[in-house]
């Protein structure tokens, strides 16, 4: 088994905090509200399926989600030292990763991916492939995602904030205005798998499929890789 | 039989030397770790439990390296020095929790077994959050002792803990050292260590100070030079008194303050000497007190010696 449902447990309680789901709760929330707002209020083009699904939706609720899911898988724990009681116990690191990561995925599926589903459906209808495939473009960012600010959670303390420059700064800002860039933006890559399942009108990928898939699997692959290798070398700081 | 073994280990932090080439050896029974704040207790602690790799040197649990050996785990139990735990959860989810970790074959019971022997019953389905500090302590002891191990090792374990509790933690791991367990708790207070531990081992700025039966650690703490100063009715007849006896070695009048700062050698020869030459002398003590009786310097003094 590469799970342990103990940690599985523990975890969810914890990312599933009071102050934490609120949090989780907003985006998706306002995501469905603006999708419903459009639908009722204007005809909607190609390009406003674009603006809310890939803008909004992929582009800002998914990463965001993220961050407040992987980061809160594991950060907390390391910063307040409660992580000592799972790192002092016959289960291997790897193992304690892997869980992290299956809980920050589910999380930010159910409070991302699934809502951009239903705001493809209140968009777009359920004719055509335009849910569905903003849909599964959510599924494969929400699980790279999630293992990138996993591992950001690992490797430094200010990992949200590291986090939020990543997700605006970074997908938001240099992959919008830099054509090179796009390339190495998970937006981009999941836009990809929408493209071929919904087609260019409603979806426009800067990346080809193949280019997009094998930089998926090798971000998150190496992403968890390194959490679970720095785990492994997890340090109490001493007295002095 | 499990012995922790530190072989000349070192651990800096950057220009900062927090243990500097101790060699130890803890085996069964209850070993006391002493030393002053930021003496490197800590630092040694979090390397025998395998959550800090030694710069030079190794740490071993029966020849075998605990750093990055998750399965060390079966054989330690650790109570850290910090609070933190998973506050959302009951005590009794808690403790549960890491006997699931543990993978025991009842979790369940291993739980209520732990939780019985710390005392914890009554409050086990209370949240952690709503814990005093000495509920937590022995919460974290319940959870550190879940699964038997034969090394337990604790952090300032009688921090925040009343007397009542601190007793009975006491007798608990008096018990575990008489059942053949390997367990260390570090202190910097000399009493707590003295009422627990024969064997001790002292820790003085990263530096291995002392090793051995408490009572001949204790003698030679008790034996170092000691420092008074003195206010009499009459310091210079005082003065004059006291230097006439052997265990008295230096006496200064310190005018200023209107005190005699005397140096002893014997420390039970020199505290039944003064009361008698000053009631002798028909001298009124109005003030006596130690000079240097700061741990540090106590410590300090065996790094010497």
């Not at chain 1, 999380?107 to 809502?115: D, E, G, H, M, N």
């Not at chain 2, 605990?66 to 998973?86: A, D, H, K, T």
């Not at chain 2, 703490?221 to 008194?241: E, F, G, K």
Request: aromatic share 6%.
């Amino acid at each position: 088994m590469y799970i342990n449902a103990t940690v599985a447990r523990l975890t969810l309680r914890g990312v599933l905090g009071r102050r934490r789901t609120a949090l989780l709760v907003i985006l998706p929330v306002l995501l469905v509200v603006i999708a419903a707002a459009v639908q009722a209020m204007t005809d909607v083009e190609d390009r406003t399926i674009r603006d809310v699904l890939a803008g909004f939706a992929v582009g800002t609720v998914v990463p965001l989600v993220g961050v407040i899911a992987g980061t809160g898988t594991i950060g907390p724990e390391i910063d307040d030292g409660s992580i000592v009681y799972l790192l002092s116990k016959p289960v291997s690191r790897f193992k304690i990763i892997l869980t992290k990561l299956l809980v920050a995925a589910s999380v930010t599926l159910t409070f991302a991916a699934v809502p951009t589903f239903i705001a493809g459906l209140v968009l777009a209808g359920a004719d055509g492939q335009v849910a569905v495939a903003y849909g599964l473009a959510a599924v494969v960012a929400s699980i790279a995602y999630s293992s990138i600010f996993l591992l950001l959670g690992v490797v430094t303390r200010h990992a949200v904030v590291v986090g939020l420059v990543y997700a605006l700064v970074w997908e938001g800002l240099f992959c919008g205005l830099i054509e090179g860039a796009r390339t190495l933006s998970v937006l981009q890559w999941s836009l990809s798998l929408a493209e071929r399942i919904a087609g260019d009108d409603v979806v426009d990928a800067s990346v080809a499929l193949p280019v997009a898939g094998v930089l998926l699997v090798v971000v998150t692959c190496a992403a968890t890789w390194f959490a679970g290798h720095r785990l492994r070398s997890f340090t109490l700081a001493g007295e002095n | 039989m499990t012995t922790l073994t530190i072989d000349h280990v070192s651990r800096w932090f950057g220009n900062v030397v927090a243990v500097n080439d101790v060699t130890m050896e803890i085996g069964p029974g209850v070993t006391g770790l002493l030393g002053p704040n930021g003496a490197g207790k800590s630092t040694l602690i979090h390397m025998m439990s395998g959550f800090l790799a030694p710069s030079s040197g190794t740490v071993t649990l029966d020849g075998r390296t605990i750093w990055r050996n998750e399965q060390s785990y079966r054989e330690i139990g650790l109570v850290p020095e910090r609070e933190s735990m998973y506050d959302f959860l009951t005590g009794a989810e808690f403790v549960v929790a890491n006997a699931e970790l543990h993978g025991l074959a009842d979790p369940g019971a291993a739980a209520r077994r732990a939780l019985d022997t710390v005392e914890m019953t009554a409050a086990q389905d209370r949240k952690i959050s709503t814990y005093s500090k000495g509920m937590r302590q022995r919460v974290k002891m319940a959870s550190a002792l879940v699964h038997e191990p034969s090394v337990l090792l604790l952090d300032e374990p009688f921090n925040g803990m009343d007397p009542r509790q601190r007793l009975h933690l006491m007798d608990l791991l008096r018990q575990m050292g008489a059942d053949g367990r390997t367990v260390l708790f570090s202190s910097h207070i000399l009493e707590e260590v003295e009422q627990l531990a024969h064997h001790i081992e002292v820790v003085v700025a990263g530096r291995h100070a002392a090793s051995g039966d408490f009572r001949e650690i204790r003698r030679l703490m008790t034996d170092r030079p000691h420092r008074y100063l003195i206010r009499s009715s009459d310091d210079r007849a005082l003065a004059a008194a006291l230097i006439a006896d052997a265990s008295t070695s230096g006496i200064e009048l310190d005018v200023r303050e209107r005190a005699l700062r005397v140096q002893a050698v014997d420390f039970r020869g020199f505290t039944e000497l003064l009361p008698r030459v000053a009631k002798d002398a028909g001298i009124r003590l109005f003030e006596v007190s130690p000079s240097d009786e700061s741990l540090e310097s106590v410590f300090s003094y065996l790094v010497a010696a």
